[in-house]
């Protein structure tokens, strides 16, 4: 059976048998990388894929295990534990799924009929042919929801929500007590440093700064508010100016200072700064 599009010409999934060996026997084994992935089988129904997939051409294999993959990564990036999904991403997820067939008139009959002996062969095969009809729209449904929620998480690159909320950089940068410092550095350009006490870091953006002399780099310090040693915070060397640092553990920090240092940085730092921005935290 083929595939069918939709109004809005995306494609729809084919329809699936009762049984995961009908499935297999059909080639569709790549169209269950999604619900093998969500671990929606049991492990009959594993054990059976995985010895198609080992026996598979090249190909067909290495399609499964991309798909298996990229739902695995998608669903391991989906969520934090600071941050909330919005709160239409189940609509967003479900007016994606293909609408689950009706049930025809007298359904509910025939399953309480299904509970009873079968009075007769011809009763018997109705039976089994109305289990294996639910049963393959279950399994549609099923494979649909898996699908459309890899689709509606992951569709954009693992989807550009999720690799927002996951990035601590921009959670720092979007927190709701972010705060922003911008300060001259010497030799021309400025560094703004976004400030989150509730994340306990802060992120560095360097704008027009010219890269470090030859041989030197810059080298990032939290001055600790208690007037002790200085604490490395990593360099920057000229690729790493055009992006953004990310600095943790700012909590007992009075400013962050940047240095100009030897290649491979120093134990201490270098004095003048060429910038430094209170933390105020």
Do not use: C
């Not at 049991?42 to 080992?54: G, K, L, M």
């Amino acid at each position: 059976m083929t595939d069918t599009n939709d109004s809005r010409g995306r494609q729809l999934p084919r329809a699936f048998a009762a049984d995961i060996s009908t499935d297999l026997a059909a080639g569709r084994a790549v169209e269950l990388a999604e619900i093998y992935a969500l671990d929606a089988i049991s492990d009959a129904e594993r054990e059976a894929i995985d010895a198609y997939v080992s026996s598979a051409p090249e190909a067909e294999r290495a399609s499964f295990n991309e798909r298996v993959r990229q739902a695995r990564e998608t669903l391991a990036m989906s969520f934090t534990a600071e941050e909330e999904p919005p709160a239409d991403l189940f609509a967003r997820i479900v007016s994606q799924l293909p609408a689950p067939a009706a049930e025809p008139a007298g359904a509910e009959d025939a399953t309480d009929a299904a509970a009873e002996p079968a009075a007769d062969e011809l009763s018997a095969a109705r039976q089994r042919r109305e289990v294996r009809r639910r049963t393959g729209g279950l399994r549609n449904w099923l494979i649909g929801v898996a699908a459309a929620a890899v689709i509606a998480l992951g569709g954009v690159g693992i989807g550009a929500y999720m690799a927002n909320q996951n990035d601590p950089l921009r959670q720092v940068i979007e927190a709701q007590d972010a705060r922003q410092a911008t300060v001259d550095v010497s030799g021309g350009g400025t560094a703004t440093v976004s400030i989150s006490s509730s994340h306990d870091a802060l992120v560095v953006r360097m704008k027009d700064v010219p890269p470090p002399p030859a041989g030197k780099v810059y080298q990032m310090w939290l001055i600790p508010k208690d007037g002790s040693t200085p604490v490395s915070q990593g360099l920057m060397d000229a690729e790493a100016l055009s992006k953004p640092a990310l600095v943790k553990g700012i909590g007992s920090a009075a400013a962050l200072g940047i240095t100009v240092e030897p290649a491979g940085g120093s134990a201490t730092p270098t004095l003048p700064t060429v910038a430094a921005a209170p933390l105020n935290t």
